[in-house]
């Protein structure tokens, strides 16, 4: 007899503007999972927030052709904290498959928030990576950075705005203006360049590098577009580097990694495509420097309740001071990702990096 494989819920897709993320994200992962070790029950969730167990290929999921009626039966995680099911819905019965773990590879809102980590949670299901309250923290920018200062950790200085309500028309009007205001007065005492973003938002979605004034009031609309509140932050001058960290009590750190910028800033499409831009690592910078970014994402790693695993992104100055940036509590896992090629830079495999995020769970 073999080894009992565990059956792990591999959750993709995602109501969220990264869906298309999540599809490469997983199929990366369904790649490189132990298949000796785990058998992956595959669940998508549609554009439109549907939940579906997918059988096909997982082509089909790269390809964003994994949603149609031949590979999916509609499905639902019970919440019976002694269930550990997931329920298939088929038109005349229902089926049953008993689910040891889930693994959200899931970005962004609906996902990335804790709101699909309190799912899991409710459902009495081990999960890997980061929980209910973690995910939320780290998803909205301005609570982690007020958390992370509080440690004596720099974050770069920044302000809030929210989106003006419908409720009262004349104050509506009144209130948006004056918060726009605000946080034009902010940019005119920090100096140009700042960055506009959504409070909650990943993948560098609605994301902008505003020059001046015009273009900082066009920064504003486009963040509300992903969110009710923007937060403004002051230009830091310097590099980004990143930590991987994997763990609950015991942390283990990747390899710092260091983006080289041509220019503007690490916006979507470099993300993904990293046309102008380069990641090196081990990021360019002494030992001691290495060692002081891994022991700044250990201890914001640990601030922010983190557990299982996340990347922290910091900044580094030209005098050599951290900033911290944010914290991505499901990091890219795609063959482009900074977070599995600093563990394989630190001797850890991609396939053993997935391994340990659920044996974390599952203990």
Known sequence: MGKHRLNVAVIFGGCSSEYSVSLESTYSMLGFIDREKYNPIMVGISKSGDWFHFRGNIDKIRDDKWCNEEDCVPAVLSADRYAKKLILLNKDY???????????VLHGKNGEDGTVQGLIELAG????????????????KDRAHRLVKEAGIRVPRAIVINKPSDENKEQHIESGREQEDRLVKFAGEIGYPIFVKPVKAGSSYGITKAADEAELRQ????AFEYDDQV?????????EVGCAVLGNEELTVGVPDEIELSGGFFDFTEKYTLKTSAIHVPARVSEEKLHEIQENAKVIYKILGCSGFARVDMFLTPSGEIVFNEVNTIPGFTEHSRYPNMMKEAGISFTEVISRAIELAVE
Do not use: H, R, T
């Open 94 to 104: 229902w089926e049953y498959i008993n689910i040891d773990a889930a693994f959200p």
């Open 231 to 239: 937060i403004a932050e002051e230009n830091i001058d310097g590099f």
């Open 219 to 222: 920064a504003v609309k486009l």
């Open 125 to 140: 299901i081990p999960l890997a990576g980061c929980g209910v309250l973690a995910s939320a923290l780290c998803m909205d």
